[in-house]
């Protein structure tokens, strides 16, 4: 369960925080993780981690994991500076990275299942800032 500790700032944060920081990372998109994800082999859940849609490969599976591994050690280093949780970060992320995600790319919705985006708003917490 999410905690109350003022989300607004949190959100107000990360906000400017990935709007400074999301160019940059778009840019530098290693190859194989936007065939991957334009393939829909992985896609951006809920908790602001990468997921599966379909069973990966060991490639994929790995490539994966290491980007989770280095979203975790952003999300709770900005995370400590906000004064927020872990998991309000990555939850707040989530909701960033789903909105951001380009038609055909694979999504978790708020009922956990997984969506094909199209050109219409992807489903999202209400929660979502």
Do not use: H
């Amino acid at each position: 369960m999410l905690k109350t500790l003022n989300p607004i700032a949190a959100a107000a944060a990360l906000m400017g925080a990935l709007v400074l920081t999301a160019p940059a990372a778009a840019q530098q998109r290693d190859p194989a993780y936007a065939a991957a994800r334009a393939a829909g082999q992985v896609g951006e859940k809920t908790d602001g981690y990468l997921g599966y849609p379909v069973p990966p490969s060991p490639e994929i599976r790995r490539m994966a994991e290491d980007i989770n591994i280095k979203r975790r050690a952003v999300y709770a280093r900005k995370a400590a500076e906000n004064k927020v949780t872990v998991e309000d970060y990555a939850f707040t992320s989530a909701c960033l990275l789903i909105a951001d995600t380009d038609p055909g790319e694979k999504y978790q919705a708020p009922n956990g299942t997984w969506q094909t985006r199209t050109d219409a708003p992807p489903l999202r917490d209400s929660r979502c800032p």
